[in-house]
């Protein structure tokens, strides 16, 4: 069965400083890799998807993200961050391909400090 | 064009009682999908409905149950509620394959006393 783990719980970054959230996952095949965000009291939106091709995929908000098979890595990154984007990010990994199922990792807690 | 709408987004209800949440999706949309967010599990996969059938299933108990109208507007029913099924219930729509793009609803808070 395919899961994804996010280390990282809470990440505390500075207005204007560069982030890196960490996901890895595991699944026997390529796998299908998501982003997504939630803002407090809202559902989930997604920033970005991997399928296959191009390795850095790039995403809204200026949000991209590099997939790495060798490390089973999907990290999502950001070169300034806004105060804006504090909120909880989720990556997740697809693994049936017709079906829509998403497994999520916990989840990385973004705090964003002036 | 409008997005996925659940009702109610607040919900208390005891233990022992039932209740039934409903999921409309955008238009169009033939997949509704069903998650549980709890602070201790994260967000958990329930079932997946396509064209009125169930697609997917997750690891829940059979008190957990749901279903997809020909509008595809879908409803997921808890029966014999336990304090621990107290969790904001996401769905989300899709045209139906896991390339297509998912759009999650605001979610239903369920609190169970």
């Known amino acids: 069965a395919q899961s994804v783990t996010q280390p990282d719980i809470h990440i505390t970054v500075s207005e204007g400083a560069s982030l890196e959230l960490r996901c890895n996952y595991s699944?026997?095949?390529?796998?299908?890799l998501f982003w997504y965000v939630q803002s407090p009291g809202q559902g989930l939106q997604l920033l970005l998807k991997?399928?296959?091709?191009?390795?850095l995929v790039q995403g809204i908000k200026g949000f991209e993200a590099e997939f790495k098979r060798s490390q089973s890595s999907f990290n999502l990154r950001k070169p300034s961050v806004h105060w804006s984007d504090a909120a909880e990010y989720f990556c997740?990994?697809?693994?049936?391909?017709?079906?829509?199922?998403?497994?999520f990792g916990k989840g990385t807690m973004l705090l964003v400090s002036p | 064009k409008a997005g996925v709408t659940q009702t109610p987004r607040y919900l208390i209800k005891t233990r022992g009682q039932q209740v039934t949440l409903s999921c409309s999706p955008i238009?169009?949309?033939?997949?509704v999908s069903w998650y549980q967010q709890t602070p201790g599990q994260g967000l958990q996969f329930l079932f997946e409905?396509?064209?009125?059938?169930?697609?997917n299933k997750g690891n829940f108990p059979g008190r957990f149950s749901g279903r997809q109208f020909s509008n595809s507007r879908s409803e997921m029913n808890v029966s014999t509620l336990e304090l621990g099924d107290s969790a904001l219930y996401l769905c989300?729509?899709?045209?139906?394959?896991?390339?297509?793009?998912?759009?999650f609803g605001p979610g239903t808070r369920l609190t169970v006393l």
């Open positions: 997740a990994v697809g693994a049936q391909s017709g079906y829509s199922t998403l497994t």
């Open positions: 409905y396509f064209s009125e059938t169930q697609r």
């Open positions: 699944y026997g095949a390529t796998p299908y």
């Open positions: 238009s169009g949309h033939r997949s």
């Open positions: 989300a729509s899709s045209l139906g394959d896991l390339t297509d793009t998912q759009y």
């Open positions: 991997y399928f296959s091709g191009d390795t």
